[in-house]
């Protein structure tokens, strides 16, 4: 937030942000950061030495969408899940998402309306 966004976003707990109706601020609560319990429960899911996967990343469509991608690389890192980022640009991005050949990758949304039924 403060260094890749350079202060200009903010944190949320659901998907419908404040400003959008069907937001609910009772339910936008962050749940905190606890490394530890994040890496109990990928021992419990069965993954306590992690695993790896690939992150397919757009370079050239969203503010700062390859180094979002970046950050999220060295968060996962922390708690042992090694990912290969592939950045990769919009027209090659796409394609892959709607042929399904991804798994793991990074995807905008906005709310022209205004409404969580846009959701």
């Not at 339910?27 to 899911?45: I, P, V």
């Not at 796409?94 to 990758?105: A, E, M, N, V």
Request: proline share 7%; with cysteine.
């Amino acid at each position: 937030q403060r260094v890749v966004m350079e202060g200009l976003s903010f944190p949320t707990a659901m998907i419908t942000s404040p400003g959008v109706l069907g937001n609910t601020p009772e339910l936008d609560a962050s749940y905190g950061h606890d490394l530890e319990k994040a890496k109990g429960l990928m021992a419990e899911a069965g993954y306590p030495d992690g695993f790896t996967i690939q992150l397919d990343c757009p370079n050239n469509r969203y503010n700062n969408d390859e180094k979002i991608c970046q950050a999220s690389v060295a968060m996962l890192a922390r708690i042992g899940v090694t990912v290969k980022l592939d950045a990769i640009p919009k027209a090659q991005h796409f394609p892959k998402i709607q042929k399904r050949t991804s798994d793991f990758y990074m995807l905008g949304w906005g709310v022209p309306t205004l409404d969580s039924h846009y959701v």
